[in-house]
């Protein structure tokens, strides 16, 4: 036992119309006039088309003012949110600038041309990311995970600036833009640097194995903070990745190892989730997971995909951090039985994944050719249909109307996937890569069959049976020994 007393409860929160300090007011409504002013630029792009660009600096074009409106909108419903969340806080100030200042370098990053403000942009999220970590500034497992923070966000602003020196010394290019103009001519030892670096750089700030550490060590958040940063934060590396496509995809390897890589944080991600105690943990290790599917579709080659996965994800994510304190009071311990066995569900499954591909497949046109495009298909019908069996399983139906049910919930989510890939295509056209399918190699097929038949024997509850790979997953799956609380009654100081 730690030997402290608790503090005496502050008792009701003030009602934040009438006490809000001024600035948590004036944020929140500035956020939302930026979320306004980008629906008129994005508006605006659609019926105009091109680039808007000061050369050189900044170039805004369908990705730019894609993000504007995504970040603007979470930042906007968090700011609100926080609005009663930290109300009476001595931090709350504090913390709305942080959360707007992450806001703008966002914004900032994806507008920024200029390799020098594209990566001190970088190293800036990371930085406000880690102060939303350590908010609170007594409290030493905060300043702990925001220190953990720290280390793997500078790492990963020191692999961008040698990916970017590397690329600015291959092509004597100084923009983003330049460089994907200039990339016939890379290659070589110098390009797999820079290439290497700028994934290393997507897999540490999306949070992928081996680099979940910072994640699932950063539950010292406050809550809407755990919001921008799984909603919004991490999937800065499919950004990254499809800023600089171009250099990514000249190379075959090289984008199978990136295929490689998501699929295993993937499966890894459900595997670390099925061991985790409470809800927050829970929501950190699908992260992982997730991500590994946004990666896996940039290794693809089908980064309109990317974009679109990490935007239906966040939108998900974000809802359920917010909501996870209504969460905790209406779940109560039950008995699981949530494996669906037996011929007819999977008949049902199979059946309803072979028509939500087919279905896929004709309001994309991904899956059609015998290239990477079967394997995206495939992926989004698993991973979508995972996602539609998650929420049909967590009711009180019977187990044979849980089977109808899935089709009735997976069917419409698929399309609605389908559409919104096909319009964020369409809004990406003009970027240097936004599709590039790979050819279809024995590869591809062997990682896709692995990870089918991994997927399969999680589902099955094979992996419980085994107590020693419990106890790994347990230990792979625990934060920095030196951000976890180890008496309830330091919980009550904060």
């Given at each position: 036992m730690s030997g402290r007393t608790s503090k005496t409860p502050v008792g009701a929160l003030p009602e934040t119309t009438v006490e809000s300090p001024f600035v948590p007011v004036a944020l929140t409504w500035l956020v939302w006039v930026l979320f306004s002013a980008s629906i008129v630029l994005l508006?605006?792009?659609?019926?105009?088309?091109?680039?808007?660009?000061?050369?050189?600096?900044?170039?805004?074009?369908?990705l730019t003012v894609l993000m504007w409106v995504v970040v603007t909108f979470f930042s906007g419903i968090v700011h609100s949110?926080?609005?009663?969340?930290?109300?009476?806080?001595?931090?709350?100030?504090?913390?709305?600038?942080?959360v707007f200042g992450f806001t703008v370098s966002v914004m900032g990053l994806v507008a920024a041309d200029h390799i020098a403000s594209f990566g001190l942009l970088w190293l800036t999220m990371g930085l406000l990311m880690a102060k939303l970590i350590g908010i609170v500034g007594d409290w030493e497992q905060a300043q702990a995970a925001a220190t953990v923070a720290r280390r793997y966000f500078?790492?990963?602003?020191?692999l961008l600036g040698v990916a970017l020196t590397a690329l600015w010394w291959a092509t004597g290019a100084t923009t983003v833009s330049g460089i994907a103009a200039a990339t016939e001519t890379l290659g070589g030892p110098v390009w797999f640097v820079a290439a290497g670096a700028l994934i290393l750089a997507a897999m540490i700030q999306s949070a992928l194995v081996p680099f979940h550490n910072w994640l699932l060590s950063s539950m010292t958040a406050p809550t809407p903070a755990s919001a921008v940063m799984h909603a919004g934060f991490v999937n800065a590396g499919g950004?990254?990745?499809?800023?600089?496509?171009p250099v990514v995809t000249v190379d075959a390897t090289l984008m199978l190892a990136v295929v490689v890589v998501g699929a295993a944080s993937a499966l890894l991600g459900k595997l670390l989730k099925s061991v985790q105690p409470d809800v927050k943990s829970k929501l950190a290790c699908s992260t992982v997971g997730q991500m590994g599917f946004m990666i896996m579709q940039a290794g693809l080659g089908?980064?309109?995909?990317?974009?679109?996965?990490?935007?239906?994800?966040?939108?998900?994510?974000a809802y359920r951090f917010l909501s996870a304190g209504g969460q905790v009071e209406r779940t109560s311990?039950?008995?699981?039985?949530?494996?669906?066995?037996?011929?007819?569900?999977?008949?049902?499954?199979?059946?309803?994944?072979?028509?939500?591909?087919?279905?896929?497949?004709?309001?994309?046109g991904e899956g059609t050719s015998l290239d990477s495009g079967l394997l995206l298909a495939f992926f989004v019908v698993l991973t979508t249909l995972h996602?539609?069996?998650?929420?049909?399983?967590?009711?009180?139906?019977?187990?044979?109307?849980?089977?109808?049910?899935?089709?009735?919930?997976?069917?419409?989510?698929?399309?609605?996937?389908a559409l919104v890939y096909t319009a964020i295509s369409n809004l990406l056209t003009g970027l240097p890569v936004v599709t590039a399918p790979t050819e279809l190699s024995v590869f591809h097929v062997v990682v896709a069959a692995v990870f089918l038949a991994v997927y399969?024997?999680?589902?099955?509850?094979?992996?419980?049976?085994?107590?020693?790979?419990?106890?790994?997953?347990?230990?792979?799956?625990?934060?920095?020994?030196?951000?976890?609380?180890?008496?309830?009654?330091?919980?009550?100081?904060?």
């Open positions: 508006a605006a792009r659609v019926r105009f088309g091109g680039v808007w660009e000061i050369p050189g600096v900044v170039a805004v074009d369908g949110y926080s609005r009663r969340y930290m109300a009476g806080s001595s931090y709350e100030t504090g913390f709305f600038l942080t500078f790492a990963s602003s020191a950004i990254l990745l499809t800023r600089f496509a089908f980064f309109g995909a990317a974009i679109t996965h990490l935007i239906l994800h966040g939108f998900y994510k311990p039950t008995k699981t039985t949530l494996q669906e066995t037996g011929v007819a569900g999977a008949a049902v499954i199979l059946l309803t994944g072979l028509t939500g591909g087919a279905l896929f497949a004709v309001l994309t996602a539609a069996r998650s929420a049909v399983r967590h009711t009180s139906l019977p187990a044979m109307v849980r089977y109808g049910a899935v089709p009735l919930v997976f069917l419409p989510a698929i399309t609605v996937y399969v024997a999680m589902e099955a509850g094979v992996h419980e049976r085994s107590k020693r790979l419990y106890v790994m997953l347990v230990n792979t799956s625990q934060p920095s020994s030196s951000t976890a609380l180890t008496a309830r009654e330091d919980y009550n100081d904060y």
